[in-house]
């Protein structure tokens, strides 16, 4: 029998708090959903009182600056949201005794490597997105949290917010040239399958101190490849173009596909390749749309 809990889920709003949201219904557990408008987490004394007066047991952490190329401009608020207030959740689940589930990036990686990154490679982010986000790590494992993880992920897509598959399908649909990177490799995942593990393993996660784990869905492809694919399970025709991303000033890593044996393999989870899981989520999730999928 599973415990009923109180969850709080930080970053509502994003794309990995609300496909959370949209599962809720499905588990047995008490959520309290939080945008940053609602909840300021760079507050430490508002973040307690709220934590305090709602018995929460567990934090999931969804809230991120995600915005590779503004975190180049915008470093306080960057930094503070990745890292400062990271810091500060970790620190009341350490007084406090709450579990924690932090989200993070592929981007920690410097994207040399040729085959798919694993929890004990060197990190080395190359932007300040990915810098922080290591920072944030750093935050939480220093505090040596008992049942909690770090999940890193990499190129969440949904039905829900702005994503990549948004951008592509919105340009197929208005019969737009679309130019796409080649020379960026990773490993596209389905932000509701994320969702779903994620309230699966909380009942069943048991630890003295964080551990990492890497969550994606199975294969990895070029930026291009992906749009190629999203154009071929919608079957509408559309201009593709590849090209190189070299030129731009801001470093992204190469490659930076993740190996999600890990967690497949310590909790029994059944992944699918991100071909299956995109398919499946165009076929479920965009039936609003004219395309004969």
Request: charged fraction near 25%; charge should be positive.
């Amino acid at each position: 029998m599973v415990i009923k809990k109180n969850i709080l889920v930080t970053g509502s709003n994003g794309q990995l708090g609300s496909c959370l949201k949209y599962i809720s219904s499905d588990y047995n557990h008490n959520f309290i959903f939080k945008g940053k408008n609602d909840l300021d987490i760079t507050d430490f004394y508002r973040v307690e009182d709220f934590i305090n007066k709602n018995k929460i047991n567990i934090i999931i952490n969804c809230a991120a600056y995600t915005n590779v190329n503004l975190a180049e401009i915008n470093l306080v608020d960057c930094r503070d949201i990745n890292s400062n207030a990271v810091d500060n959740i970790a620190k009341l689940c350490y007084k406090l005794n709450i579990q924690l589930i932090h989200i993070s990036t592929d981007y920690v990686f410097g994207g040399k490597k040729q085959t798919p990154y694993n929890e004990n490679d060197r990190t080395n982010p190359i932007n300040f997105y990915g810098l922080t986000k290591l920072e944030g790590e750093k935050n939480v494992l220093k505090y040596d949290l008992k049942d909690s993880m770090i999940i890193r992920t990499s190129w969440l897509y949904s039905n829900l917010k702005s994503n990549f598959l948004n951008k592509i399908i919105k340009k197929i649909d208005e019969k737009s040239k679309i130019k796409v990177v080649h020379d960026e490799v990773g490993s596209p995942t389905n932000a509701y399958d994320l969702a779903k593990i994620i309230l699966d393993i909380i009942p069943n996660f048991q630890c003295k101190k964080t551990q990492i784990y890497h969550f994606s869905n199975l294969g990895f492809c070029s930026r291009y490849e992906f749009a190629k694919k999203i154009a071929e399970i919608v079957k509408k025709e559309c201009f593709l173009t590849p090209i190189n991303n070299s030129s731009s000033s801001l470093k992204r890593p190469k490659f930076s596909a993740l190996d999600s044996s890990k967690i497949m393999k310590n909790f029994g989870i059944q992944n699918n390749t991100w071909q299956t899981s995109l398919k499946t989520c165009l076929e479920l999730n965009f039936t609003n749309l004219s395309y004969e999928i």
